[in-house]
């Protein structure tokens, strides 16, 4: 059998980003001009590497970072089981030092292992990796699709890398981000191997 690659990608810096408001699953922004220019960099890097299938979340931000991709022809899915945690009454807020305070309590209460509490209004880590498993058993079940892009969102990409890797859901803050990193796995059919991990080497002409 062939091996698989998979090509993770989380999507380029919106304004939200910069601003340090929350974006989650209920926060469909846009990518700001720094956050194109990632996109064309990396589009730059691998537009030679023959994908066979696209894959993003159903947000705008993860759609906008592989459109060079999407226009070259590439076949394009979209899977709601993708997209960003829900981050319940914090979407779409600046993170306030009352906040802040209870945002860093739920990271330390997951990072303790109870992944199944939810954050106020949103979703838990058990919740985002019980509605990714059915894309990550459909993706993987699809041996003719050798190589494939996917790109998504920080926190759910920890989650769906701790859980295809084995790892349990707390030690998902082990899987570093940032906008437009690459993390390349490759599947040989029974197990998956990381070769690239938080790579932004691609984007080094903007000094990252």
């Not at 209920?26 to 194109?36: E, T």
């Not at 945690?85 to 945002?103: F, H, L, Q, S, V």
């Not at 295809?164 to 191997?193: A, E, I, K």
Request: hydrophobic share 35%; glycine share 8%; net charge negative.
């Amino acid at each position: 059998m062939s091996i698989k690659k998979i090509y993770l990608i989380r999507h380029g810096q919106t304004d939200f980003n910069v601003q340090g408001v929350v974006q989650g699953s209920g926060v469909d922004s846009s990518l700001n001009d720094i956050g194109q220019r990632q996109a064309q960099l990396f589009y730059q890097k691998y537009k030679d590497i023959p994908f066979d299938k696209v894959y993003t979340s159903t947000l705008k931000r993860s759609v906008q970072s592989v459109q060079g991709f999407i226009d070259k022809g590439i076949p394009h899915e979209t899977h709601a089981g993708l997209n960003e945690i829900n981050w319940g009454t914090r979407e779409g807020t600046r993170i306030t030092p009352e906040e802040d305070a209870y945002y860093h309590h739920i990271l330390h209460t997951w990072s303790e292992g109870n992944t199944h509490i939810c954050i106020e209004g949103g979703e838990s880590p058990d919740l985002v990796a019980a509605r990714q498993k059915p894309f990550v058993d459909l993706m993987l079940s699809r041996p003719e699709e050798e190589n494939v892009l996917i790109c998504m969102h920080g926190r759910a990409m920890r989650i769906m890398l701790s859980h295809m890797l084995h790892y349990p859901l707390r030690c998902m803050d082990q899987f570093l981000h940032q906008n437009l990193c690459l993390y390349q796995l490759d599947f040989t059919g029974s197990m998956l191997v990381v070769k690239k991990y938080c790579d932004v080497s691609h984007l080094q002409e903007m000094g990252v």
